[in-house]
Structure formats: structure tokens, C-alpha cells
């Protein structure tokens, strides 16, 4: 009785302070440094490691279409473990799942590193880290966002999304050159890296207030009690399920998943193929990155104006457009100028699809939801480098390009198609929508 007194007073004592802040810099908030700390190194981890992961696949088999399943079941792994994971991220704290996830990420690439450090890696050994990492962070990783909802003020999301936005074109802009140099003076470089930087994200996380539970609601009040693992799971699925409007805006996002990274697991895997150096694979990331830090810039000046309808339909009919020059030409001027292009809109709807998803769903279902509709959205993307391995040797680089455009302008059709995307308002009209 007295335990419950005081975690009822310490949450009530956390809740005021979020919103207290609403009008102040973000950087003022202690809890929101040390979160962006524990996020960045994460970030920076990913992309060490995920740039490496199919340059030592092919290295460690000679074979495009083994690399390209490595990837796709990296990814059926991270989404099926996310299937629960939401679930997972509402029933307990999330500052520990933070940490645990650092403390895997460390053990595992750690392993990797190590392994490969001493030429005792074979291609079997390196799928099982890789599946068992992406698997933890399915689990996990939702943890992180899920938390923000109890460090910061829903007014002051659009611009933590932007500078989160803009954190991670710098990270792309500097992460993949940066793993190609370490990878071109040895191949267990950007895994000691990766490993170091999740030692950085657990410290971080470690400092975090006890304030990441999903048992409170968004008023600080004690949320319905948790039932049964499998009761808390399929109530979240059924809430998902019967939001349209979410859905909507799910099944456009999953096209357009589909579409861009189906072309650029072509282009990495095309270039892995033909021998192109690691540092200039490297480099199609930084165009991407550099696009997205422009993205990012625009982002904080007009994701609190811009309608989400119009982001939409921006985000469709760009990715469509930039992209189509490499249905002619697999010139790497081409795919540089390309990857610049289409990341541009990608910070702008981010923000605004994440702003309307942090707004619009309570705090005690964040986890759920978000795993829910994270995984409708990435579960088309799956068999993206499974089709790209696959397609590659026998089709050649302009065919397979070819049926990932087809995505993208099925896409496009619908969204010029549904005008309740094209009317959904800006950040400001969110709360006459209905989801």
C-alpha cells in the first residue's frame, strides 16, 4: 500500500515537470539530454555495424543472393520480435530495456568484432549474431520513443523530431564514410566502434529518472491495470486496427518503404557486386544523409504549418520522380544525385506522421501502437534484399529498378486517389481528426 502511495507521488511529481517545461529550450531539460545521449550512440552504433553487415557477408561467401537473404532475415527478425515488443515496452520500465538492449548490442558485435579480429568468423556464426542482434532490438527498441512521452510535452515533439531528424543526417552524412574508411583498414573496425558506441547509450540511459513505465496515462494517473502478456497484446493490436486513418496512413508509408528501399538494396548490392571500393558505397549513405540533414533544416521551419495531406502526397509523387533516372542508368554520379533527392521530403513527413502518432495515441499504448504500426510498415520492405539478391543476376540492375518504381507509382495513384489523405490537416487541427 505505501509502495503504491509513492510511486502514485513520485509519477505525479514527474508528470507537471514535462509539461512545466512546454515553453522552454529542450536542452534545459536534464532528462532530455541525457535520452538524446542514449539515442545518438545507439544511432551511431546501427550505423557502424549495418554498414559492414553486407560487405562481410559477400566477403565471407562470394555470393550477392546469400548477402541479400542475410539482410532480409535480419529484418524478419527485428519485425517479428517487434510483433511483441510493443507489448513488452508498456509492461515494464523502459529505461531498463534501454539498457538491456545496449548491454546485447555490446555483447554481440562485441562477439562479432572479436571473432572477425582473430579470422575465426564464418559466414554461419556472423548470420546468428546478426539475426540474435536484430531479434534483441525488435524486442527493445521501441523502448526509446516510448519513453520520450515521459520527458517531454507533446508541443515539444515536432522539434525534438526535427532535431532528431537532423541527428541522424549528420550521423548518415559522417557514419558511412566513416565505417568504409574503418572497414577498408580492417574489417573488425566498425564493430569495435558499434560496440563502444552502445557502451556509451547504456551509461547514458543508466542516468536516466525512473520515469519510463507505461503505468501512467497521459494525465499522470494511474493507467487500467496491466492483464495477462497475451490480453495486453491483443488489446493493442485491436486498438490499432480499428483506426482508419492510421491505417491509411500506414499502408502509404509501407509502399513508399517498399518502393525506396527495395531501389537501394539494388544499388548497395549492384555496387557490392561490381567491386566498387567500400568507401565509395560509403558514399551513396552521405548523399542520403546530406538530403535528409536538408530535409531536417526545412523540417524544423514548417513541420508545425504544413498540412500532414500534403506531405503525403509531396513524399509519394518526389520519391517517384527523383528516383526514375535509374531505370536508365546505373552511373554512380546517377545513384549519388538520386539518393541526394529523394531524402529530402523523408525528414518533413517523418515528423509530421510521428508528431500526429505521438499526439494522437496515449501514453500507456505508445509501445503497442508503435510496434504495430511500425511492423505494417516495414513488413512489405521485408524481402526487399531477398528480391534484390535474387532479381539482380538474372534480371539486371534497370529491370529490378524497374519493379520497385511499379511500387512507387501504385502509391502515387493512391494517394492522389484518397482525399481524405490529401485533406488531413496541420499540427494545429490534429485534435478534429479522427483516428
Same mark, same amino acid.
Given at each position: 500500500?505505501?509502495?503504491?502511495?509513492?510511486?502514485?507521488?513520485?509519477?505525479?511529481?514527474?508528470?507537471?515537470?514535462?509539461? +512545466?517545461?512546454?515553453?522552454?529550450?529542450?536542452?534545459?531539460?536534464?532528462?532530455?539530454?541525457?535520452?538524446?545521449?542514449?539515442?545518438?550512440? %545507439?544511432?551511431?552504433?546501427?550505423?557502424?555495424?549495418?554498414?559492414?553487415?553486407? *560487405?562481410?557477408?559477400?566477403?565471407?561467401?562470394?555470393?550477392?543472393?546469400?548477402?541479400?537473404?542475410?539482410?532480409?532475415?535480419?529484418?524478419?527478425?527485428?519485425?517479428?520480435?517487434?510483433?511483441?515488443?510493443?507489448?513488452?515496452?508498456?509492461?515494464?520500465?523502459?529505461?531498463?530495456?534501454?539498457?538491456?538492449?545496449?548491454?546485447?548490442?555490446?555483447?554481440?558485435?562485441?562477439?562479432?568484432?572479436?571473432?572477425?579480429?582473430?579470422?575465426?568468423?564464418?559466414?554461419?556464426?556472423?548470420?546468428?549474431?546478426?539475426? @540474435?542482434?536484430?531479434?534483441?532490438?525488435?524486442? /527493445?527498441?521501441?523502448?526509446?520513443? %516510448?519513453?520520450?512521452?515521459?520527458?517531454?510535452?507533446?508541443?515539444?515533439?515536432?522539434?525534438?523530431?526535427?532535431?532528431?531528424?537532423?541527428?541522424?543526417?549528420?550521423?548518415?552524412?559522417?557514419?558511412?564514410?566513416?565505417?568504409g574508411v574503418l572497414y577498408a583498414f580492417a574489417p573488425w573496425l566498425? /564493430?569495435?566502434?558499434?560496440? *563502444?558506441?552502445?557502451?556509451?547509450?547504456?551509461?547514458?540511459?543508466?542516468?536516466? +529518472?525512473?520515469?519510463?513505465?507505461?503505468?501512467?496515462?497521459?494525465?499522470?494517473?494511474?493507467?487500467?491495470?496491466?492483464?495477462?502478456?497475451?490480453?495486453?497484446?491483443?488489446?493493442?493490436?485491436?486498438?490499432?486496427?480499428?483506426?482508419?486513418? *492510421?491505417?491509411?496512413?500506414?499502408t502509404i508509408a509501407a509502399l513508399v518503404n517498399?518502393?525506396?528501399?527495395?531501389?537501394?538494396?539494388?544499388?548497395?548490392?549492384?555496387?557490392?557486386?561490381?567491386?566498387?571500393?567500400?568507401?565509395?558505397?560509403?558514399? !551513396?549513405?552521405?548523399?542520403?544523409?546530406?538530403?535528409?540533414?536538408?530535409?531536417?533544416?526545412?523540417?524544423?521551419?514548417?513541420?508545425?504549418?504544413?498540412?500532414?495531406?500534403?506531405?503525403?502526397? !509531396?513524399?509519394? @509523387?518526389?520519391?517517384? +520522380?527523383?528516383?526514375?533516372?535509374?531505370?536508365?542508368?546505373?552511373?554512380?554520379?546517377?545513384?549519388?544525385?538520386?539518393?541526394?533527392?529523394?531524402?529530402?521530403?523523408?525528414?518533413?513527413?517523418?515528423?509530421?506522421?510521428?508528431? /500526429?502518432?505521438?499526439?494522437?495515441?496515449?501514453?500507456?499504448?505508445?509501445?503497442?501502437?508503435?510496434?504495430?504500426?511500425?511492423?505494417?510498415?516495414?513488413?512489405?520492405?521485408?524481402?526487399?534484399?531477398?528480391?534484390?539478391?535474387?532479381?539482380?543476376?538474372?534480371?539486371?540492375?534497370? %529491370?529490378?529498378?524497374?519493379?520497385? *518504381?511499379? !511500387?512507387?507509382?501504385?502509391?502515387?495513384?493512391?494517394?492522389?486517389?484518397?482525399?481524405?489523405?490529401?485533406?488531413?490537416?496541420? +499540427?494545429?487541427?490534429?485534435?478534429?481528426?479522427?483516428?
Amino acid at each position: 500500500m505505501n509502495a503504491e502511495a509513492q510511486s502514485t507521488q513520485a509519477q505525479s511529481a514527474t508528470q507537471p515537470t514535462a509539461h +512545466a517545461s512546454a515553453h522552454t529550450s529542450l536542452w534545459r531539460n536534464t532528462q532530455y539530454r541525457r535520452w538524446f545521449t542514449a539515442d545518438t550512440a %545507439a544511432a551511431m552504433g546501427t550505423a557502424m555495424k549495418s554498414f559492414a553487415i553486407s *560487405l562481410v557477408a559477400f566477403s565471407l561467401t562470394q555470393s550477392l543472393a546469400l548477402s541479400g537473404w542475410l539482410g532480409t532475415a535480419t529484418m524478419c527478425a527485428s519485425q517479428v520480435a517487434g510483433i511483441f515488443g510493443g507489448t513488452v515496452v508498456d509492461r515494464h520500465d523502459r529505461r531498463t530495456l534501454i539498457i538491456i538492449n545496449a548491454l546485447c548490442g555490446l555483447a554481440l558485435w562485441g562477439l562479432a568484432f572479436v571473432l572477425l579480429a582473430l579470422n575465426l568468423l564464418n559466414f554461419a556464426a556472423f548470420a546468428v549474431i546478426t539475426i @540474435t542482434a536484430s531479434t534483441v532490438n525488435g524486442l /527493445f527498441a521501441e523502448a526509446t520513443n %516510448a519513453m520520450l512521452r515521459s520527458i517531454i510535452p507533446t508541443e515539444q515533439y515536432p522539434k525534438a523530431q526535427s532535431l532528431n531528424q537532423g541527428r541522424d543526417s549528420v550521423i548518415s552524412l559522417a557514419g558511412s564514410p566513416l565505417g568504409g574508411v574503418l572497414y577498408a583498414f580492417a574489417p573488425w573496425l566498425p /564493430f569495435a566502434v558499434a560496440s *563502444l558506441m552502445y557502451v556509451v547509450s547504456g551509461a547514458s540511459a543508466a542516468r536516466l +529518472a525512473d520515469t519510463g513505465s507505461g503505468e501512467y496515462g497521459d494525465n499522470g494517473e494511474p493507467s487500467a491495470p496491466h492483464g495477462s502478456f497475451l490480453a495486453d497484446f491483443v488489446a493493442g493490436w485491436r486498438w490499432t486496427l480499428r483506426r482508419r486513418t *492510421l491505417l491509411t496512413l500506414t499502408t502509404i508509408a509501407a509502399l513508399v518503404n517498399l518502393g525506396i528501399n527495395g531501389i537501394f538494396s539494388t544499388v548497395n548490392l549492384h555496387l557490392v557486386g561490381t567491386h566498387v571500393d567500400s568507401v565509395r558505397i560509403g558514399l !551513396v549513405e552521405t548523399a542520403m544523409g546530406a538530403g535528409m540533414l536538408a530535409g531536417a533544416l526545412i523540417a524544423a521551419k514548417v513541420a508545425d504549418r504544413m498540412p500532414l495531406g500534403t506531405g503525403m502526397v !509531396v513524399v509519394s @509523387t518526389v520519391a517517384l +520522380a527523383t528516383l526514375a533516372p535509374m531505370l536508365f542508368s546505373d552511373g554512380y554520379a546517377v545513384v549519388l544525385v538520386c539518393a541526394l533527392l529523394v531524402s529530402v521530403p523523408i525528414p518533413i513527413v517523418n515528423s509530421l506522421i510521428m508528431g /500526429f502518432v505521438f499526439a494522437k495515441v496515449p501514453s500507456d499504448m505508445q509501445g503497442r501502437a508503435g510496434s504495430a504500426l511500425g511492423l505494417m510498415c516495414m513488413l512489405p520492405a521485408l524481402f526487399c534484399s531477398a528480391i534484390a539478391g535474387s532479381l539482380l543476376p538474372i534480371a539486371g540492375f534497370g %529491370a529490378t529498378i524497374g519493379l520497385f *518504381l511499379a !511500387v512507387l507509382a501504385v502509391n502515387v495513384a493512391i494517394v492522389l486517389a484518397k482525399p481524405t489523405v490529401r485533406s488531413l490537416p496541420a +499540427a494545429n487541427r490534429w485534435d478534429e481528426v479522427t483516428l
